[in-house]
């Protein structure tokens, strides 16, 4: 099965306020697909989340699956935390995106990878340029 690699970041200004999601997804192939978007009346754990979730939610397959993000909450939540909860029956915050998460982590192989932030990192950089785009298009639809 060939892998999937995602670079996803998340942002909002305020924290809590404006917020906006950047996914790069690279296929086999190596074809590169983007997605920016934004919600209003958020948070930024929550923008990280649906980072993530976006992209993955567009196999419907069973799929081996990287994540790269800078977000050490999401990057560990998914490798170490997540199972625990459910396991434990835990309800912790964003529980509702995690739910989702770990519906995705039941269909797909999914390793998330931690990459530092604004450290260069061409794709990291290039997902937190698209969810600063999403935020954006938000504060500015909010504005009309």
């Known amino acids: ?3 999937i690699v995602i670079h996803s970041d998340g942002s909002c200004y305020p924290n809590p306020g404006f917020g906006g999601y950047g996914a ?3 296929h086999p192939d190596k074809k590169e697909d983007y997605i920016s978007n934004g919600e209003k009346n958020t948070t930024n754990n929550r923008m990280e989340l ?4 976006v992209p993955m939610n567009r196999f419907k397959e069973k799929r081996n699956i990287i994540l790269y993000s800078d977000s050490q909450y999401v990057v560990n939540g998914i490798n170490k935390w997540l199972e625990g909860w459910k396991r434990k029956n835990k309800v912790m915050k964003n529980m509702d995106l995690w739910n989702k998460i770990y519906a995705l982590k039941n269909l797909h192989n999914i390793k998330a990878r931690w ?3 604004h450290s260069g990192d061409r794709y ?3 997902a937190d340029m698209l969810s600063t ?3 954006l298009k938000v ?3 909010n504005k009309i």
């Open 1 to 3: 099965m060939d892998t």
């Open 24 to 26: 790069v997804i690279i």
């Open 50 to 53: 649906i980072a993530a979730i």
């Open 115 to 117: 990459v530092k932030g």
């Open 124 to 126: 990291n950089e290039l």
């Open 133 to 135: 785009e999403g935020r």
């Open 139 to 141: 504060m500015n639809n």
